[in-house]
């Protein structure tokens, strides 16, 4: 096996949706648990193990992602899923620079025109939802 056939466009997409998921839990637990980047175990075990479980998980659920032949079944595609988990933050450091780039090429929309302001509404002396005042006998 070739070192090419693993760095394919599939692939590198592959890693770039294990970092956006990765990225999405760390910011929900980030917002759920307000400590978290104070706590030991979050820091030093799970942090690290998130893209790996998540390239591996992603690996197993998503069975009609093109991965290489060698690859297509069962352990071998979660191993495989595992690895690209590894690589998912350097190929983000990669891409990133590319993104960038395109995304300062595309032209931001126009602005649209403000259509014209009403006449300010005259206040009445009710209250909106008061109450009428009973008339007395």
């Given amino acids: ?6 760095l394919t466009l599939p692939n590198a997409v592959f890693c770039l949706m294990v970092w956006v998921l990765v ?11 307000k400590s978290a980047e104070k ?7 799970l ?4 893209p790996l479980v998540t390239g591996g998980v992603l690996a197993a659920v998503v069975s009609d992602y093109p991965m290489p032949e060698q690859f297509a079944d ?18 983000y450091k990669m891409a ?13 929309a126009p602005k649209a025109v403000a259509a014209p302001k009403a006449a300010p509404k005259k206040k009445s ?5 008061a109450r009428p005042k009973k008339k007395a006998k």
Avoid at 74 to 87: D, H, K, T, Y
Wanted: avoid cysteine; charged fraction near 20%.
């Fill in 96 to 108: 990133k620079p590319y993104m960038s780039d395109m995304m300062q090429k595309v032209k931001p």
């Fill in 39 to 45: 706590n030991r175990l979050w820091r030093e075990v």
């Fill in 47 to 50: 942090l690290p193990a998130g």
């Fill in 125 to 129: 002396a009710v209250r909106p939802g």
């Fill in 23 to 33: 990225w999405l839990q760390r910011k929900g637990v980030s917002f759920a648990w």
């Fill in 1 to 6: 096996m070739d070192f090419e056939q693993i």
């Fill in 74 to 91: 069962g352990s071998a595609r979660v191993i495989f899923g595992v690895v690209l988990g590894l690589f998912s933050a350097h190929v």
